[in-house]
């Protein structure tokens, strides 16, 4: 896994501009800690920082294929292609020939032999940049779920492009700019595909593929979800699932460095350690390596909410019993959550204060820690939005209701811990000019334009083909994002075995009985897996990414938007309501702030430390 980023200009002379290329390849230091490599050509350059997960010494970037003296293409490539040995072998008997061990230059090999139609042929998580030298033509090119981020902003001779908004800005023509649909993006706990808040810019959509040329640039799809007729039966759908999975882990174990799971000791991660330590078994490796993420005390003062109802803490450790992993408790307290440094870490590597709060840190903190071993770790993230594992998933009037079920649930505070909203401290004024409900009725509707439909879609199974294809292109967008920046801010490379593209389309496609055939949730994970977790952890209800229970984080939190309350200069200032910030922060104030506080205190730093200018 990397950072990349680039600058094409038909009208400069970039052999001229290394200085910038430099600043803006040092933003992408935090993915790429091993190594960093600058390509300069007359109207492309290209910026790497490596992080070195295989082919070690093979593998630098950016890579070039030469032919003869001349290049014939050039890559600053993110990411894993987890087919790269098949795909290397067919082009050897196709006459190609390799000097390294790496997926990089298979990729390039790829797609000289296939064109940009290469593309349909991989199976990863990527994010990369190709400029053909012989036709000055650039393309950008994303994975099909979306899970290695890429983003571009067009200039009059050409574009920039990053795996970071904060490589785009690092060049002295762009200015950091969020107009009034921007800050609405931000807030709401929506994602669109190619919005990406700062004005001017965009991130490439899943499945796409961004073309640059002298006459402009074509954006164009090489993968979309499509409705097909399943007709395998209950027992077949399972074994398939299962035979899916079993690949899916093992090619995703291939690594050179230290690996290792996370664990929660959900449904979710718990399969995909469980069948990562059968896979390490069978090659005669292992144990495998896992971690979780626990708060001081917080299993022994557990309180469940409507989202949590467990602590994670007892079915994570007999997970790591029952599979004989070699697990680690990474045990957090409300000093870490709240320390100023961690904060400011998590909000540059995020680029907006758009986050889940002390979820963020915690992540990464638990990152952090898990990089201090290993390199690599497999998340059982996407499982809830591939198999309809969340609570409102199940919930008629969530399901039914006219924006996404998420909202309809309330999600964005209780995912932050909390019940409040995150704009519950804006100023009601700036609150109307942007008009979320109407922003998000827009997003929502827009949405349901894309999902494929079977003739056979009535009623209820419908609308769950909707609200599948909702989570799949929407909401698993924003866990994905949150993930990717957190790991990458330390240099750990996060696998999502779920979220690999034949599975996704397999399931996607399974009717929703089937999907709840035994009246619960995650009906065909749960079947597929059974056999290799203990009746504790498979019967387990849904419970989502912990948050800390500890009263003195929303004290702490209290006190900080007091403090800034009464800075006069404080840039998110002229933002807030401040009457209901007097009201959230008067002594004995008994009012949920968690959500809104995160918010705007995150919202204060970033306007403060990225000089960003808000045009609404």
Known sequence: MCGITGWISYDTDLTTQRPTL???????????????????????????????????????????????????????????????????????KLGHTFRTNSDTEVVLHAYLQWGEAFAERLNGMYAFALWDPRTQELLLIRDRMGIKPLYYQPTPDGVLFGSEPKAILAHPSVRPVVDAEGLAELITFTKTPGHAVYKGMHEVRPGHIVRVDRGGLTVKRYWALEAREHTDDLDTTVAHIRALLDDIVARQLIADVPLCTLLSGGLDSSAITALAAGALSAQGSGPVRSFAVDFTGYTENFKPDNLRGTPDGPYAHALAEHVRSDHHDIVLDTAALTDPGHRAAVLAARDLPNGFGDGDTSLYLLFKAVREQSTVALSGESADEVFGGYRWFHDPESVNADTFPWVAAGVSGRFSGGNATREALLDPGLLGKLDLPGYELRRYREALTEVPYLDSDTGHQRRMREVSYLHLTRFVQILLDRKDRASMAVGLEVRVPFCDHRLVDYVFNTPWSMKTFDGREKSLLRAATRDVLPDLVADRVKSPYPSTQDPRYSEALRAELKDLAADRDAPVRPLLDSGAVTEATADGAACDIRPGAELLLGMNAWLRTTGTTLEV
Not at 54 to 64: A, E, F, L, R, S
Not at 66 to 83: F, Q
């Open 22 to 92: 430099e600043a803006m390849t040092g933003t992408m230091a935090c993915r790429g800690p091993d190594a960093a490599g600058i390509w300069l050509d007359t109207h492309a350059a290209f910026g790497h920082r490596r992080l070195a997960v295989i082919d070690i010494d093979g593998g630098k970037q950016p890579m070039t294929v030469e032919h003869d003296g001349r290049t014939l293409i050039v890559t600053t490539y993110s990411g894993e292609v987890y087919n790269y040995r098949e795909l290397r072998a067919e082009l050897e």
